[in-house]
């Protein structure tokens, strides 16, 4: 419909719902782990794969039908953890667990745009290295009007950096860490008596006991809402409610951060996110058998400081030689070539990773590590149906995202890619009829298509309009 | 934005000639007042001293004057944009009376005709957004992003030569709000912009709640994130409401009577939505941040304000919710996506909001007060179709912030805050030249000088 | 132009990293002279940069010069191979526009007798990043963001056994950015030449009038002397044959030469010599600061201008310039960049170059540009401003925007970007190779393997705009320079 396409200047609200199924005909279907169907065939019905196979697959009388002959299909790449889109976010408040990247998140930022042309299909928004602890962090799909339409999983994680922020020193940012936990625990203990004396109250019976017994006693009688609002994100965390993203920078970091997160008793629900220099503790990390993200540096260069001699490290290199999966992410984002995802898998395969490990670091072990294994990072039944169309294998140089299924909608086609027309054709466009414009119905909001694991945040409220008396 | 010739008719005839009729120069010197004995159909009443007299500033203590003004044009800004020619206004006792044609309104014995043949009436406009009603060293504390407790209410400064300014605008009514430089400044007042005293002007005490979201808090301390910045706002926010339920729990007899908190009571209004909170939010993110925060989690009264740059691609989402733009200073917005020159006005229509929601407002002093109807001007300029000029200087601010009852439109029983233009307002070549508040003539360019 | 001729040592065929072996191969057909160095590289392929892509190849050097390319190469002996056979094999890449190590003094000005190579002292691993990304040859361009600050060098990125210096007088590096000040600047410099050029002629139309003007005194002298018969030898005091030749004609008998001026000090013992130089004509001295542009108006082979440009408007103001005077020059436009996606309050730096892409090939302009995608001026629409400019028929030299190691190392993928987004492969390889040379000033002698040129290449693991291809080997002027090490740690 020309006028919807007018209108959907904005790549965001461009989301074309192809019916309640779909299915893509023709193209290789190549799994990250490296299993290809010539051929094949996907379907998708509700958002979610149906199946997934050689040309035989039966395809539903109703299902929309996207042609791939000679493409390769591809799972959606997952951006596990990114400030991407996110508008001024929170890098200098340093006890900040209540903070919520929700509050952060630019619908309308071209980055979510960039994402769905590079064949990113989720992304979980975290923010917080620059600080002790970074508050919440959301999955999301780069497409949407509004933060609750992008929403896949609500205030998801919780940052913690073992990592001096800028300008402080280890000693201070452990300090600081377990300074917080102290005063959550004076706070819960605080709320914990007075509760146990509330309840006391109701008794006929009363029973005076010493404070710290009234607190221990109070404890089971304390809800989330008896806390100040500043505690109840840490305190979830604390009872291991909250997967934790821990930014350990240096091995040294790691180091710290495990021993931390056991005495904290976390260590299950710990993500880490290392710096370049952490592959030194490939070994403590493969011991600690938790995901591991790496920076989007991949090279660690060294000068030993008695010869002078640098050298360079290849950091996924030795996580594959170890065994350990891990986690890609861009080193900033787009136009860089290691701003792209793809291509710093393709540098991976280039450094001597197998294909596979490759592959999956991009995909599966992303999905992995935010907690949607079973529900992202490869095309299988029942996972959603985030798929990519390529003109070519995934680190090709010269491969294009051709079309990008969102939970089997048309999220992303490159045909009518407007910021590439001047690319693809050599002719500046015209803007978009002004006149035409006004009389266009306005878009529908591209509401989650597939039913989420978690629900979207509450839909808007009927109430409180501004109409006025 | 088709232009209808119906509309536009009125204009091409309108005369810009003085509306006496007579030589300019005798128009000058001659008071738009006529001698009560000239008026048609009526018998001369009492001229009470000072008005169409010497120029001087009028007194809310004197007795609110009869008046009967005959214009070519009414404009009344009515839900129906009903429009009224050759028409008579029938004021009393500071209220509207009676909105006719001349034929069929007789002016009764004792009125005071105001002879505005030639020129249009109008509602005296609504500023949602205005900083100069008071001092401008009063605009912010400054102190805390947040800061429950201050009202701009003693910063009102009636005889503020900005208000004045504004009434040679047709500006009669504007929402005074604390400046941006935090999140949370203060509470709003809504006053005329005639009268001596702080009672005098003012309309309704918290006028609204003062949110700002953008542009400026961003320079709070070494630079604060979004995610605090909201964050802390909220929880502001959340902290009142409980105090306010903890208040009415008190007031219904289901719980203790709560400590006084003088931060949070002149919250309860606003949680009560007896008025609304106004919010200085401009780009997509920070205005998708108002929509979510105030309209739909805490589910406030919430009229956006600003509302400018790539903003105006949410106009599906608050035509949704019913909700009110009021859009200013700025009224362009450079599109880089589709490298044009967009209408902010206009784009939002575009995008969805198209319930007659659509205001502009000045910021003043970032845009002089009286220029209000310039913004208009161009908003119709750049795209909004042309009838909605009017309802966006008057109706449409006036219902945004509650107070259409009172103001914002010329009908009977409301309070006769009219301005006397040479044509239409949104045409940048028409001037006001009269303007009563309340009743009471507040401006008359023949009298005390065209100031602008 | 002054090249410094390397002169290779056989000592140092030690130097060779452990990859190439030396055999004995094949039947010599020629016998080669004592000290000569061959080296044979077996290429899977050999992208020569000249435009041609051969296969399965063995390219051949002789004393660090491409000897021939050919499918069947009787080898001579010794010669040493180097085994590619399953790898590509391309030019050495050439950075048009570096810095690297030279001191970043920013100089203003009119300031043409500033040459970088008086400043050049590579420290140690001066070139190791450029090396480790695959650049063979720098021009160092001297750093100054207004005016003329100096002359740019070109340097090899490895010392293979002469130094770093290929050439320590190059282009001339002139702005013409702030366009109000730089082109008055530029104008005058290029008049201010041409003033000189005319004094010099002025001076040597006098010295010839003079010199004219004496020998038909003397040949008037000579004939009155023959009239006289016979006149006293040697000649009395007054005679005017006493006075230098080239003495105005009714100066005083013994007035001093032209040369030192009647106030000087006597100097005897230069005087006599002068007195017989005389007869050559001395030119005026020329001012340092304006000697390379009268190098450039007189067309002197080697000199040229190397143009930084803003954006599509100064393109215009040059094109005022070159009206006026024509020189050699080559046009380093700014690009502004598509770094990132705006964001509603951020500024997006925009281009407009591609809107003055026609003229820019219609006048067959050498020019360098940073391979990138740029937004449209007050867009965030991408528009390829390299594929632009060649599409026009302008020569394009695709150069990094920095020296920066990782800016450096992703050099072949930025370009491959381009490929990517319109511009066509070949025209890509030249920009790398060919042109890039030229816009160095060194275009004959290197950029591209042909016979007679350097041998300046590199050794990838597959097509250099293939992501997956890693750099294997850098051989400087036949020598191996870079190679490969294991990243990972034992």
Known sequence: MVLSSLLAASLLAATTALGDSAAVRGGTILQPDGTRIEKGIVVIEDGKVTAVGGPETPIPAAATVLEADGKV?????????????????????????????????????????????????????????????????????????????????PDYALKISITPRNGFNRMTQLAELRRAFADLKAHVDAVAERRYEEEQKKKEEKVLVLPDEAAKQGLAHVTIDDLDARWRTLWRASKGEIPLFVHCDRAMDVSNGIAWLREAKLLEKAVFVVGTEAHKAAGALKQAGRPVILSGALVHKETDPLTGKESEVFVPKVFADAGLPFVLQPNGFAFNADGLLWYQAARCVREGVARDVALKSVTQWAADAIGMGDTLGSIAPGKWGNVAILSGDPLDQATVVEKLLLEGRLAYDRATDRRLKELATGQELAAPSAEAAPTAAPAAPAAPAAPATEPPAAPPAGGGSGSGK | MSLSLGWFAPLLVAPLAPYSGEASDAAVAAPLVAPAAAAPAASPATSPAGIGGAPRWGTAAEPAPRLAIVVSKVMTVAENDAVVDNAVILVKDGRIEKVGRQSEVAIPEGYQVIDGKGLWAVPGFVDCHDHVGGGLSDLNDGVYLSNPGLDSLHTIDPENENVRNALAGGVTTVLVIPGSGNNMSGFGTIIKTWGRSIDDVVVRSPGSLKIAQSGNPERYWYGIGRSFMNWNTRDTLLRAKKYHSAWKAFEEGRGAKPEYSPYFHGFRGLIDKKFPVTVHTQIYQVVAETIQMLHDELGLWTVLDHSEFDACELGAETAKRDMFVIVGPRSIHYDRRDRRIAGLCAEWLRTGNGKQKLGVNTDAPVLPQENLPLQATYAVRFGLPRERGLPALSRVPAQALGIFDRVGSLEAGKDADIALWTGDPVDPSSACLFTVVNGRIAYDSKTMGRRY | MRTLTRKLSVALLLALAAGPVPVAFAARTTAPDAGDRYVAIRCGKLITGTGEEKSDVTLLIKNGKVELIGEKVELPFPCEVIDASKMVVMPGHVHAHSRLSLLDYQRQGMRADVKVADEFLPGPGAFDAALAAGFTTLQLVAPGASGIPGRCMVVRTADVGDGYVIDDEGAIKANLVNVAQDRRMLSEAIGGAKREIEKVEKARAEFEAKKKAAEEQKKKEEEAKKQQGQAPQGGAPGAPSGGPPNAPPNAPPNAPPSGPKAGDPPKPEEAKPEAKKEETFQPPPIAPQLQPFVDLVQKKPGSSLFVKLGGATTYLHWLEVAKEHEVAHVLYPEVSRAFNWPQAFSGVPGTDLHWVADKVGENKELVVLAPWLSYIQGSIDLVNVPAKFTAAGARVALTPPSDAADVLGAYRFQVAELVKNGMKRADAIAAMTKHAAEAAGVGAELGTLEPGKRANFIVLTADPFDAQASLERVVVEGKVAWTRAPKSRS
């Open chain 1, 73 to 153: 299909v591809f799972p959606g790449m997952i951006l596990a953890h990114t400030q991407v889109g996110l508008d001024i976010p929170n890098e200098n408040m340093p006890i900040a667990p209540f903070v919520n990247v929700y509050d952060s998140i630019e619908p309308n930022s071209a980055e979510y745009e960039e994402c769905l042309r590079t064949g990113i299909t989720t992304v979980h928004a975290i923010q917080g290295n620059n600080t002790v602890i970074g508050g919440l962090s959301r999955i999301i799909r780069p497409q949407g009007d509004m933060v609750e339409y992008m929403t896949v999983r």
